[in-house]
């Protein structure tokens, strides 16, 4: 083999090293920011509502303020009368036994978040 030809296939490993690095961080990256629970530390809870206004998957959901989960997804329910909300929160923290959730701005940014409290707080 030539020096020129070894001098190409060194590029041409590099260029595939550097593609499959590039691949391996972006999946990476991917599975971190969607927020997969490696751990098990959070539980799936359900919140029915007649409408919910701004709320997206992602946005914050508290506790007395504390982020403890984020909005997983948002359904209408088939009979139309309800949206269902799935939330995924930490699992060490006690929710109220009279849990409510109340949806509001989070920010003057048009960021909102779903608050837990207890109803007789509410």
Do not use: C, H, N
């Amino acid at each position: 083999m030539t020096r020129e030809r070894r001098g190409i296939r060194r590029r041409e490993i590099m260029v595939g090293l550097v593609l499959i690095g590039g691949l391996a961080v972006a999946a990476i990256g991917t599975i971190v920011l969607k927020g997969y629970d490696w751990s098990g530390s959070l539980t799936t809870v359900d919140a029915l509502f007649e409408e919910v206004g701004q709320v997206m998957p992602g946005s914050a959901v508290k506790v007395r303020g504390v982020e403890i989960g984020r909005v997983e997804s948002i359904s209408v329910e088939p009979s139309g009368r309800a949206v269902r909300l799935t939330l995924r929160v930490r699992r060490d923290v006690t929710l109220p036994r009279d849990a409510v959730v109340l949806l509001s701005p989070e920010s003057l940014f048009g960021d909102w978040q779903a608050e837990i409290v207890s109803r007789i707080a509410f």
